[in-house]
């Protein structure tokens, strides 16, 4: 049976996934690390009212090891993590297009049902557990770069460009909003919104409606979400989740869709440049320094701006700092863990990185399954009630248990449960799952 499996995947060479040994190590360590960071994001959002994207200062009653903490994922974790990840993104189709023209393959139907899956899987992920889904948005920008990755380096550079002055133009439109219009965390209700025993979501609509709530920055908004998500039933959370994941969508598309689609062009950028190869490494140094003395110091003016975040000013330097220095500093990341990777190919640390970032999708659900599962009404129920350090630490112990799964699990199989039915869709045809009969499986 291995046999024949494997002789169909060689007959059909022209649409075969790419081989195991193919791989680029690089990548996959530091995809392992980006999911990694993200997690020591997403965490706080898992475990406390959405409305503390809004909040830029520690909280009040914060202890000493708990301001650090918030000062530390402030500044070297969010918005520095997803840009490391969209990058590589952006590094796989391209890999994924050279490959199949190399092989003279056809190279639209794979990469389309590849995406389409890839939302569909965001959006159950979004509905069902976690609301920060990133997925489908990947899914929805990757059709556009499905189309982009095929021209030149030139244009890939012009195009990158482009949607780096778009990101400036709409920071200054957001600036001249918030000088004209007030910035919308100022906004308050006409009077107090009594909150009473009845669903949470009801009384949300009602509020709303009545313009006593005026969105997630609200006391009552985060009460209602903290019971609905703390306490259940179920369906309640599954309305608040839709809610938070309609108003993250919109943002995320229309505010972050340009700085997204650039990182997908530049993670192309980085494969046609040779820059994984490990006699590449005076690049990726330079990239490296470059990236932490420019990323550094926009990560640090980026956090003292967020405290100030209802003022004019503040909204156009947290903009630039934000959506540009946070994908400069997550270049310093990238250029030290590829220096890294390339020569720590038997590190056990990396080891694991690669591990968890060889089976990417599966390790990322699986981190908001436990993640949520700590502060859930179907888990411990712990929603709102940990501390900023407490929370990294649970991200960190989350994290392990993750990594060590990949481990063990790639030891037997080729890829992940989610991966392997991420390459039935995309291939249209049931690859061999066990280690030893997939020696020419796709690679991500």
Not at 21 to 43: F, H, K, P, Q
Not at 98 to 111: C, D, L, T
Not at 135 to 145: D, I, P
Not at 175 to 181: E, P, S
């Amino acid at each position: 049976m291995a046999e024949s499996a494997t002789q169909e995947i060689r007959m059909d060479a022209k649409i075969a996934p790419v081989g195991l040994n193919e791989r680029i190590t690089s990548i996959d360590v530091v995809r392992g690390v980006a999911l990694l960071g993200i997690l020591l994001v997403n965490i706080h959002y898992m475990g406390m009212p959405s409305g503390i994207f809004f909040v830029g200062n520690p909280p009040a009653d914060a202890t000493p090891p708990s301001t650090a903490a918030w000062y530390f994922y402030r500044t070297f974790c969010e918005g520095k993590f997803y840009p490391l990840f969209s990058m590589l993104f952006g590094a796989g189709l391209a890999i994924q297009f050279e490959r199949a023209r190399q092989r003279g393959s056809n190279w639209w139907a794979a990469p389309f049902r590849r995406v389409i899956a890839l939302g569909f899987f965001g959006l159950l992920h979004a509905t069902l557990l976690w609301f920060g889904d990133i997925l489908f948005l990947y899914a929805l920008v990757g059709f556009v770069m499905i189309f982009l990755v095929r021209l030149s380096t030139k244009w890939l550079v012009i195009a990158a460009g482009v949607l780096v002055l778009t990101t400036l133009a709409m920071v200054a439109l957001s600036v001249l909003m918030t000088a004209f219009g007030g910035h919308f965390t100022e906004q308050k209700p006409a009077q107090e919104f009594v909150l009473d025993e009845r669903p949470p979501l009801t009384q949300l609509f009602d509020g709303l409606n009545g313009r006593l709530i005026t969105g997630p920055w609200d006391g009552a908004w985060q009460e209602l979400e903290t019971r609905s998500l703390r306490d259940g039933p179920y369906l309640q959370a599954v309305g608040f989740r839709a809610i938070n994941w309609s108003m993250m969508l919109a943002f995320m598309l229309f505010g972050g869709g340009p700085v997204i689609l650039a990182l997908f062009l530049f993670g192309a950028i980085l494969v046609r440049m040779q820059f994984f190869a490990p006699d590449n490494a005076v690049v990726q140094r330079r990239v490296a320094v470059l990236g932490w003395t420019i990323g550094l110091a926009c990560a640090i003016v980026s956090v003292f701006a967020h405290q100030h975040q209802a003022r004019a000013w503040a909204v156009g330097v947290l903009g630039v700092t934000h959506s540009l220095g946070g994908p400069i500093l997550s270049l310093g990341y990238l250029g030290t863990l590829v220096l890294w990777a390339n020569q720590s190919r038997h590190n056990p640390v990396a080891v694991a990185f690669s591990n968890a970032g060889r089976m990417a999708l599966s390790s990322y659900l699986l981190c908001s399954f436990i993640g949520t599962a700590i502060f859930y009404h179907w888990g411990l129920s712990w929603f709102g009630q940990l501390s900023v350090a407490e929370r990294l630490l649970a991200a960190m112990g989350v994290y392990t248990i993750v990594a060590v799964f990949a481990t063990v699990w790639l030891r037997f199989f080729a890829f992940g449960p989610m991966e392997w039915i991420w390459r039935t869709v995309t291939y249209l045809r049931f690859p061999p799952v066990r280690r030893r009969d997939a020696a020419t499986t796709l690679a991500v």
